[in-house]
């Protein structure tokens, strides 16, 4: 059974840059792409970004768009998110998840990491 593991959150000020990364176990990823989550208290488990991993074709919330990169190395079977100009509203739990579609849905994927808390604040 591949598992995935998040790595990468912490502490970060208003305008800075962090990244995520997304390592999955084993020797082959069998899933058709990887996507990023995130959870806010009180809130709904929301899309973020995600990426085909064989043509590495992205997509990407509206929130997100020109400050967060998602990548993926197929060598190192590790996923990645690059966030920069970090605002406060973008303090979540972030979550990776592996599935057969690169849709915007939780629905979509059915391998999930166990979340890394990002948070935002001077």
């Known amino acids: 059974q591949v598992q995935l593991v998040e790595s990468g959150g912490g502490l970060v000020q208003p305008g800075g840059s962090l990244r995520l990364s997304c390592a999955a176990s084993?020797?082959?990823?069998?899933?058709?792409?990887m996507g990023w989550f995130r959870q806010a208290p009180g809130k709904e488990r929301e899309f973020v970004a995600s990426?085909?991993?064989?043509?590495?074709?992205?997509s990407y919330a509206d929130s997100v768009k020109g400050r967060f990169t998602i990548s993926r190395d197929r060598a190192k079977i590790t996923g990645y998110l690059y966030m920069n100009s970090m605002k406060s509203e973008d303090t979540a739990v972030y979550y990776c998840?592996?599935?057969?579609?690169?849709?915007?849905?939780?629905?979509?994927?059915?391998?999930w990491g166990q979340g890394t808390q990002v948070t935002v604040s001077s």
């Open positions: 990426i085909y991993w064989s043509g590495g074709i992205t």
């Open positions: 998840a592996a599935g057969f579609s690169m849709g915007h849905s939780k629905d979509a994927y059915d391998l």
């Open positions: 084993g020797r082959t990823f069998s899933r058709y792409a």
